[in-house]
């Protein structure tokens, strides 16, 4: 028996997998309805207007190398768009540090399964597995042009984003 109703159900959790996630201002509650919205790797960025005003909010996932914070990276936070001047964040948050899996030390395998140290118990890397999410706001005087970029600047790390109509 052949399943033609199948294709589309897959074609349709494939498309709803790769939308943008919910973003959460600094206050914890969702950006329900922003107008633009962007992405690249480590970040996500909506930008929503309101009674409040115009306001950017960017989500970023940061590696926490030894399961530490880095002092810089909220400090050299900025974003601008345009030739508009660089913004600090005017309120930002910082989520506990993760890390993945949750025990330090766990079985690694390589190789094959016949070979008898195919799995070996060994240190698995902080570096790669522990993060936090900052999550920052910035307060902007007109909605930006959707066909200028977005930059993001964390520490030394630059981020050039292309705004997109949030669908």
């Known amino acids: ?15 709803a997998g790769c939308s943008m996630p919910v973003l959460y201002d600094t206050a914890g509650r969702p950006v329900k309805d922003p107008q633009f919205q962007a ?4 970040l996500w960025l909506a930008v929503d207007s ?11 996932q940061m590696a926490a190398p030894g399961g530490e ?25 910082r989520s506990n540090v993760r890390c993945w899996p949750d025990a330090p030390r766990g079985a690694r395998c390589r190789g094959t ?8 118990w060994q240190m698995q890397p902080w570096e790669s597995e522990c993060y936090y999410i900052l999550c920052a706001e910035f307060a902007l005087d007109q909605l930006p042009n959707p066909d200028e970029p977005i930059v993001v600047r964390v520490g030394s790390l ?6 997109a109509a949030a669908r």
């Open 158 to 163: 630059l981020k050039v984003l292309q705004l």
């Open 69 to 93: 914070v880095r002092s810089w990276d909220a400090a050299g936070l900025r974003l601008w768009t345009g030739d508009g001047k660089p913004l600090a964040p005017t309120r930002f948050r």
């Open 113 to 120: 399964p016949d070979d008898p140290k195919y799995c070996i």
């Open 1 to 15: 028996m052949k399943s033609y109703w199948l294709l589309p159900i897959l074609l349709l959790a494939a498309a």
């Open 39 to 42: 992405h690249a790797d480590w």
């Open 50 to 60: 309101g009674a409040g005003g115009i306001r950017v909010v960017v989500e970023m």
